[in-house]
Nanobody, 117 residues
Framework: QVQLVESGGGLVQAGGSLRLSCAASGGLFPINTMAWYRQAPGKQRELVAAASTGGRTNYADSVKGRFTVSRDNARNTVYLQMISVKAEDTAVYYC???????????WGQGTQVTVSS
């Protein structure tokens, strides 16, 4: 089992910035992918960004140029730096972990991000 603990959510003004963190522990895989998903009220959950142990990253088109995903492999931690946030970024953000390139094997409890306009 893998445990994921997220932190960093909260209320931020439009145009501001926020950083989310997620630490993984437990039965970790040497090759893995950590990702961030989000779900806004009334909308489907969507993949925001992902980062592999090898350094490969990918982003949803809606956040490219504004969000940056990074990871500290030594600490088994993934970050999501969010800048120029918009009202439409308001959602519950979930950290996920998966073996190899999978991103949905394990889920964190979620952290709320609310952008005020």
């Amino acid at each position: 089992q893998v445990q994921l603990v997220e932190s960093g959510g909260g209320l931020v003004q439009a145009g501001g910035s926020l950083r989310l963190s997620c630490a993984a522990s437990g039965g970790l895989f040497p090759i893995n992918t950590m990702a961030w998903y989000r779900q806004a009220p009334g909308k489907q959950r969507e993949l925001v960004a992902a980062a592999s142990t090898g350094g490969r990253t990918n982003y949803a088109d809606s956040v490219k140029g504004r969000f940056t995903v990074s990871r500290d492999n030594a600490r088994n931690t993934v970050y999501l730096q969010m800048i120029s946030v918009k009202a439409e970024d308001t959602a519950v953000y979930y950290c996920t972990y998966g073996r190899f390139s999978r991103t949905e094997d394990y889920w964190g409890q979620g952290t709320q991000v609310t952008v005020s306009s």
